[in-house]
C-alpha cells in the first residue's frame, strides 16, 4: 500500500448524529462526540481516511472547569483524547469526549483501531477510566496491586522531608 | 544430625510467597484456556480481522495444547532487553507461539512530575524520557509549548535546532547498530558504534556544557549559541562517521551469519504497521514512506536535501538498513545546516520567555525583574491544548500540552513512539525461534526510559 501518495478521496465532515465540532488549535480539526456518539464516529473517521491512531490519552480537569468547548458539550471531570492520523491525505483530526466522574465508562475502540490496546490500558492505569470490550484491561504500568490512579488530579504527589544535618532535635 | 528436613526447604516453604513477590497479576500472560478471544488473538499477533486474514485462536497449533507448550518469563534484566523490559512467550519448543511484553519497572511519574515544573524547568524532565534522543524529546516539548504561546522562533534557533537534532539522530542510532551488533554477537560492534557516538556527545557537551540529559532545546529557542569554531568540530564528526559507515558495511552487511539472523526474519506488511500505530524505522520498513521531516515538515526540514529510506519487506534486515542509510541522510541534512546556517539570534528576545542575559541583570532594574519572575514563577501561557509531532530516532514523538493559563502545565503527555511500537512484538515473534526473539527486541529498537517514563 502506497499511502504516501493522496488518492484522490476527499473527507468530508462526519454527519454522525451532529456531533459537535470546532476548528481546535493549528488548524486541526476537532470532534467532540457523546459517549455514545464515539465508537460510530471513529469508525465515520476511519472509513474516511484516518488510517491510524496516534495518540490516545485522558486529562483529569478537576481543577481546571472552565475550557472552551463548543455548544451542548457539557464539561465533565475526565476527557479522553484521540489524536488520528491519515498517512494518505497528511491531515490530523482530534476527538475528545468527556467522561463523567462518576461513571467513568467509555468504549474501546480497540475493534477499529488495534494500535490503541496499550495506550487505553495506560489511561486507565493512569486515570481509572474504564474502556469496556477491551481485550485485558489490566494496569500496564504501575503494579497490579497499586491502589489510586496516580495522574488523577486529586491523588497526592507525597513529599520527601528535608534532612538537614544539624537541625534541631525534636521539641 | 538431620538439620535440613523437607520443611525448610526454601522454595517449598516459601512457594505462595515467591509467586506474590514476582506476579504481576493480570498484566501477565496465562494459559490460553484463561485467555479471552480477543486477548489470545493479540498476543498471537494477529492484528488484521478483515479479510479473513485473522488467525483463528484455536487453531494456533493443532498438534499441541497447553500441556505441552510452555509459558516462559524473558527479563526483566535480561541483557537483551535494553533495559528492563520483561517479555512473557509460550513456547512450543523453541517456537514461539504467544508473547506479551510486560512492562513499567522504570516508570517514575515523569507526566505527573511535569505538572509540577514550571515551562521553564520542564525541559529537564522530557530530556531524561528518551534518554537516546534528548534533543528531540526537548523538541517536542518546546515546540508544543511554542505554539500555546504563539510566538515565533528566530532562524538560527531554528537551524541550531534543526542541526542538534539530526546529530541525535546519529548518536542514537550509532547506540542502535552497537547494540543490535552484539545482540547477533558482533561485540566490535558495539566498540565501534560507542566510539563514534562518542565523539557526538563530546561536541554536545561543548555546546549544551552536558552529553547526555542536555536540556538545550527550550521554549523560544535553544539554551546557547554554539561554540567558536563549531563548524571544524562539526566537519570532522560528519567525515568520520561518513567514512565509518562503510566500515559497518564491509563489517556486518555482507556477513552470512549476520545476514541469515536478519533477512526474512519478523516480517510484517504495511496493512499490520498502520493498524498497530506504529512509526519511525518500522513503519518505513514495510515501504510506507512516512517521516514527518518530509509528509508533515517543521523546523526547516523543507529547505534541506534527504532522502526518505524505506524497505521493501518490512524484515529485520530491512530495519537495520534503514537505521544505517538514516546515518548517512542525516550526515547529508549536517552538512546542509553547516552551510546554510543563517546569522542572528539564536533565541527569542521576548523578555517574558528568553531568560536576560547574565551581563544586563548588572545594568537593568528591568532584565533583574525578568530574570527573577522566569526563574521564581515562570512563565504564563495561554488557556489551551495543544498536540505538537516531530520525527524522533524511533518514530512520531507527539507532545500534548493542557494550559489552564497558569506557569504551569495542566497536563503533560508524551506520546512515546517505543511504548506505542511495542504493541508489535506478538505479531514480530509469532513462530520465530527462541533466538530471534532477541533480534525482534534490537530491531524495534525500544528505549525503555520513554515506554515507561
Redesign the interface.
Known sequence: MDAGSADGRSIGNPQVSNVATQPALNAVEGYFPTREQYLDLINQLKAEGFEMAVDLCAVDYLSHPGRELPEGITPERFEVVVNLLSLSQRRRCRVRVQVPENDPVITSIFSAYVGVEAMEREAYDMFGVVFTDHPSLSRILMPEDWEGHPLRKDYGIGRVPVQFKEGPGPR | MSDITPTTVRSIEREALLVAET?????EMFRREQ??A??L??ELGA?L?VDGRALDPNNIDVERDDDETMIINMGPSHPSTHGVLRIMLELDGETVLRSKPV??YL?T?M??TGE?LSYVQGGTNVTRMDYLSPVTNELGYSMAVE??LNIEVPERATWIRMMMSELNRMSSHLVWMATNGMDLGSTSMMIYGLRERELILAFFEKTAGLRLNLNYVRPGGVAADLPDGWQDDVEVICDTIWARTFEYDQLLTGQTIFRQRLEGVAAIT??EA??????GPLLRST????DLRR??PYLAYDQVEFDVITGTYGDNFDRYAIRLNEIRESVRIVRQCIEMMPKGDFRTQDPKVTPPPRARIDESMEALIHHFKLFTEGFHVP?????S?IESPRG?L?C?I?S?GGPKP??I?V?APS??N??AIPLLMRGGMMSDTITVISTIDPVMGEV??
Open positions: 506476579s504481576e497479576g493480570a498484566q485467555t479471552g480477543d486477548e488473538r493479540r492484528v480481522k512492562i513499567g516508570h511519574g507526566e505527573k509540577e505554539k500555546l504495511a496493512e498502520i493498524a498497530l500505530s506504529l512509526t515501504g510506507v514512506p512516512w509528509t508533515m488557556v489551551g491544548e495543544v498536540y509531532a512520531e507527539g500534548y493542557v489552564d495542566y497536563r503527555h506520546r511504548f506505542v511495542l504493541q515507561d517514563r
